[in-house]
């Protein structure tokens, strides 16, 4: 029934995507039709983390941009979702918190959002949300068990089960970035040392190849070629090529890398049986040169009765991904 109202309503509306990252330095808003088409989008990316006031008046605009009445010839708003990179109580519609900003704390987003827009609104994790934009139109469409990893600044996971996000009892499931995956490792984001994030996040990565060259003089050279003399902007892309060129330094930030996503995946996998892992964020970009070591590793990692039919597979949507989800969130049950 649910399929066919959409159907019905498919030429007579909007929904809206809107994007937090996890410092809300990174925000994005989106209008797309009801077959999650993006019709017109508006990215600000700042340098610096901003205050929580200076996010919701930068969203604002964003907003009046994306809602100029010229591109709503075909109908009115009716929906927005939100996907946030920080822990969201989606049962009370708040932030709970963001991973790499202050401010958010207990933040009811979902209430800003459905007054300044008089629509309803959902909000949740920006991996959840991905996820579930992954097996509604993406890498995992027809999968009945799931799993989106947002290897971006931080890392995320989200679990769809059945098509229907998987929350657990607190809203935290999914937070795969603080599993121990070396013991008395780096220092991560939380407080904690050798999380998964510490070590494999985008962040991670390129702290580690800057860290390391320091001793190594052909190595910085390396890093100096590929950022052209900016070696404070080198992506996780980068390292990995460098490792596949035969930089000895970025091959070991490389190993480190694959050993614990290895270990974090192949627990995952034991726990949950997925049919699906879709890898996404910046590192994800590194594209091959990150998936086909990692299947080797997880395939001996895993019992092969758990592992054998698995696909591991990059994003279907790129960078783009945390806003397709939030349209996804949009569009759940119109
Ligand atoms: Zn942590």
């Known amino acids: 029934m649910q ?15 809107i994007e937090i990252s996890g410092s809300g330095s990174r925000q994005s808003v989106a209008l797309a039709d009801l077959n999650g088409k993006i019709l017109h989008r508006v990215r600000r990316p700042l340098e610096y983390v901003p205050d929580t006031g200076t996010v919701l008046r930068l969203l604002d605009d964003m907003l009046n941009e994306v809602m100029h009445p010229e591109q709503l010839h075909d109908g009115r708003i009716l929906r ?50 991905a996820a579930l934009a992954e097996v509604a139109y993406g890498a995992a469409v027809g999968e009945r068990v799931a799993l989106y990893v947002g290897l971006g600044r931080g890392i995320g996971g989200g679990l769809v089960v ?20 070396k013991e008395n490792g780096p220092k991560c984001s939380c407080g904690g040392y050798g999380h998964l994030e510490a070590i494999a996040s985008a962040q991670a990565i390129s702290r580690a190849m800057i860290g390391l060259s ?12 590929v950022t052209e003399g900016r070696a404070e902007r080198i992506t996780a ?6 490792a596949a060129e035969g930089d000895k330094i970025a091959q070991r930030i490389v ?30 970009q590194a594209g091959a040169l990150l998936i086909q070591p990692l299947q080797t590793r997880i395939h ?6 758990a592992s054998e039919d698995l696909r591991i597979v990059q994003s279907s949507f790129g960078i783009e991904a945390n806003t397709v989800g939030a349209i996804t969130l949009a569009l759940q049950d119109i």
């Open 162 to 181: 059945n098509g229907k996000i998987y929350h657990g009892m607190t809203c935290t499931a999914g937070e795969i970035g603080h599993m121990l995956v």
């Open 237 to 242: 892309e980068q390292v990995f090529r460098l």
């Open 255 to 284: 190993d480190d890398v694959q050993t614990s996503l290895g270990i974090a995946l192949a627990n995952i996998v034991h726990l949950i049986n997925p049919g699906v892992i879709i890898l996404g964020g910046q590192v994800a």
């Open 80 to 129: 927005a979702g939100v996907a946030v990179g920080g822990l969201v109580d989606t049962a009370r519609g708040m932030v709970r918190t963001l991973h790499h900003a202050h401010g958010w704390d207990n933040f009811p987003l979902q209430d800003h959002f459905e007054q300044r827009l008089d629509v309803p609104c959902i909000i949740d994790n920006n991996a959840n949300a």
């Open 3 to 17: 399929r066919t109202t959409g159907k019905l309503l498919a030429t007579q509306g909007y929904v809206l995507g």
């Open 214 to 225: 320091i001793e190594y003089p052909e190595t910085e050279a390396a890093i100096g070629r």
């Open 300 to 305: 001996e990692l895993c019992l092969p009765a």
